[in-house]
């Protein structure tokens, strides 16, 4: 079923009425929608490659529930023009929205066609407010500059805004330009490692659109075995998650929103990475190796050089390692970029649900000594400015995925944590 409303005139009738506001709940919505939620997509550029809908859609076709979907879509005389891809959930036993994919997802967003802003946010602002039978809109993994922050600047009701997630990101270049930002002889050691790479004779190519199935099924068992015999994300061994990462990782291959790269070294496939390409930058998000080829080489350095340069033949403008500050992903000296947690409250309880959150990322960001600023919520709008975009905030340090443990990477997102990198 189809629950549909108009905007509650607030200027002229006749410029109201060019505005429409529709909530989907039904199961076919996002297989309906797609050609307009694709389109919408490339309009957003804000918007990373977890709010395709290819990635939403793949997720919600195998971990989503019945009667659970919120899709709130904002239109403009008819063109779609903002989206929110929400889904109802428990948090601490408080109801709640949230994302769509938020636990695979190492970004949180809406989708935004900048030409319609101003009265696009204020009319999903308001819808979001409106909607009954949840006490919070709870944005875990929000990057500076999305459009989460819009939104919550025109919220009509209280926000609270902590720290989230650390990202590492570098500026697309060559690895030589990379390499020669570091000391002069961590440099030297990684140039010798790079030579040992193309004296060993690994190949890489990118799968085909046709194969890229089968390359995720592939990408995971390497994965498995290069963890084997230590603790693994438990999710990366479920079905659901292979099936879903196998067609969202398929149909954005095919959309050029994603490759994968496979290493080879004679004849045999030893390594291969999953790239998710945004907008303006590449993410690393998982990949697999052979235990052996550690010994032999610097996995880690092989597959940066082959991030760089799909970064530079995409004309993106960064490689962003995702969530963590993994020993591995320090050593190249990329920029700290700090998500936020956003929780948007629209009832009561909302006060207390973002309590809860403001004390564990406290006590996360204790457990893994390091300072914590804990922010105090907002007042209502009425009473206090609108929060500022993109200025930094206190950092939260938990593991990766934020300051709910478990979270569901812990379960997904990039690189594994606690990687051992070469030198």
């Given amino acids: 079923m189809t629950l549909s409303s108009m905007i509650r005139p607030s200027r002229p009738a006749a410029l109201a009425a060019t505005w429409q506001v529709e909530v989907r709940r039904d199961e076919g919505a996002l297989i309906e929608l797609a050609g307009e939620l694709r389109e919408l997509y490339e309009r957003s550029p804000e918007a990373t490659p977890f709010q395709t809908h290819e990635w939403l859609s793949a997720w919600w076709g195998w971990y989503g529930i019945r009667g659970r979907l919120r899709l709130v879509l904002v239109r403009h005389r008819g063109r779609l023009v903002a989206a929110a891809p929400l889904m109802t959930a428990g948090r601490w036993g408080f109801p709640v929205l949230v994302p769509i994919a ?22 999903l602002a308001r819808a979001l407010h409106r909607m009954r039978g949840r006490c919070a809109v709870d944005l875990r993994e929000v990057r500076p500059g999305s459009v989460v922050h819009q939104v919550a600047q025109r919220w009509p009701g209280r926000t609270w805004r902590m720290p989230a997630s ?34 060993r004779g690994i190949t890489v190519e990118t799968v085909p659109p046709e194969e890229a ?38 149909a954005m291959v095919r959309e050029g929103r994603a490759a994968i790269l496979r290493y080879h070294w004679d004849g045999r496939l ?7 390409i945004g907008h303006r930058f590449v993410g690393a998000y ?11 080489v610097d996995v880690t350095l092989m597959l940066l050089r082959e991030d760089l340069g799909l970064a530079r033949a995409r004309g993106r403008q960064a490689v962003n390692l995702l969530r963590g500050e993994e020993p591995y992903k320090l050593k ?11 929780i948007l409250g629209r009832a009561v309880p909302a006060a207390a649900f973002a309590g809860l959150a403001l004390v564990r990322a406290g006590l996360a960001a204790r457990r893994h000594h390091r300072p914590a600023t804990v922010p105090m919520p907002t007042p209502a709008q009425d009473d206090a400015p609108a929060p500022r975009v993109g200025v930094p905030q206190p ?11 478990p979270r569901g990477d812990e379960v997904a997102g990039a690189r594994e944590g606690g990687q051992p990198g070469h030198g």
């Avoid at 949180?108 to 946010?121: I, M, N, Q, R, W």
């Fill in 395 to 405: 950092r939260e340090d938990a593991p990766r995925g934020g300051m709910d443990a």
């Fill in 166 to 199: 650390v990202c590492m990101e570098l500026p697309c270049t060559d690895i030589a330009d990379v390499l020669a930002r570091l000391p002069r002889r961590t440099a030297g050691k990684m140039r010798a490692k790079l030579r040992k790479i193309d004296v």
């Fill in 332 to 342: 190249w000296r990329p920029s700290r970029v700090q998500n936020q947690r956003i």
């Fill in 213 to 250: 199935g089968d390359a995720v099924a592939a990408l995971l068992d390497l994965h498995a075995r290069q963890w084997r015999g230590r603790p693994m994300n438990p999710e990366h061994g479920r079905e659901r998650f292979r099936r879903h990462l196998a067609e969202a990782g398929a």
């Fill in 286 to 296: 998982l990949y697999g190796a052979i235990p052996e080829l550690r010994d032999s």
């Fill in 102 to 123: 938020d636990e695979q997802s190492d970004f949180t967003d809406f989708l935004l066609d900048p030409a319609y802003a101003d009265g696009a946010v204020e009319h």
């Fill in 270 to 276: 030893v390594a291969s990475d999953l790239v998710l």
